[in-house]
T-cell receptor, first 113, second 113 residues
Framework: SAVISQKPSRDICQRGTSLTIQCQVD?????MFWYRQQPGQSLTLIAT?????????ESGFVIDKFPISRPNLTFSTLTVSNMSPEDSSIYLC??????????FGSGTRLTVV | GQQLNQSPQSMFIQEGEDVSMNCTSS?????WLWYKQDPGEGPVLLIA???AGELTSNGRLTAQFGITRKDSFLNISASIPSDVGIYFC?????????????WGLGTSLAVNP
């Protein structure tokens, strides 16, 4: 199955600042997915990132708050902009891994103070 | 967004006991996935099911894709302390927007040695 390297693994940030999370895959993939997991909750899809086109955002998530880059078939970034304490969550990237379902990175645990 | 009904929400069992959890949906799915998430990690795929009625095992784990395509269960036999974690089900439809993963809210498992 695909191997995903996600960083940073955790960060503590001041409100009003921005954090960019990186996701590197060891193989070329068409779509990469960004999820948010609030404390004690399930996973919520933020957006789908396709190489060469703008990301597709889910209801409740907007590009100004969560800009995404997808410069090539193995890499993507998610930025959490103008952070507030409500943005404290685990952020996960994922790829569809044929025959293996979806593979996830180990997540970025973000705390906004 | 849409979510699956996953139960139980939490379980506290003795080592060696068997465990059963299930997910139900109002929609039919083409794929059911079962994941385990350890603290500080992303979800890891346990079992993927692709056909109604399919029964698949992975070591002490067994999962079934319900005949109606609206439900699935996961059984863990002879539980051990390392089974501790949160278990998530996820369903996927066939095409377009229905291919997004729909997640259960998770079952938190604690095992008393």
């Amino acid at each position: 199955s695909a191997v995903i390297s996600q960083k940073p693994s955790r960060d503590i940030c001041q409100r009003g600042t921005s954090l960019t999370i990186q996701c590197q895959v060891d193989s070329q993939v068409t779509m990469m997915f960004w999820y948010r997991q609030q404390p004690g909750q399930s996973l919520t899809l933020i957006a789908t990132a396709n190489q060469g086109s703008e990301a597709t955002y889910e209801s409740g998530f907007v590009i100004d708050k969560f800009p995404i880059s997808r410069p090539n078939l193995t890499f993507s970034t998610l930025t959490v902009s103008n952070m507030s304490p409500e943005d404290s969550s685990i952020y996960l990237c994922s790829v569809e891994d044929h025959s293996y379902g979806y593979t996830f990175g180990s997540g970025t645990r973000l705390t906004v103070v | 967004g849409q979510q699956l009904n996953q139960s139980p929400q939490s379980m506290f069992i003795q080592e060696g006991e068997d465990v059963s959890m299930n997910c139900t949906s109002s929609s039919i799915f083409n794929t059911w996935l079962w994941y385990k998430q350890d603290p500080g990690e992303g979800p890891v795929l346990l079992i993927a099911l692709y056909k109604a009625g399919e029964l698949t095992s992975n070591g002490r784990l067994t999962a079934q894709f319900g005949i109606t395509r609206k439900d699935s269960f996961l059984n863990i036999s002879a539980s051990i302390p390392s089974d501790v974690g949160i278990y998530f089900c996820a369903g996927q439809g066939s095409a377009g927007n229905n291919r997004k993963l729909i997640w259960g809210l998770g079952t938190s498992l604690a095992v008393n040695p």
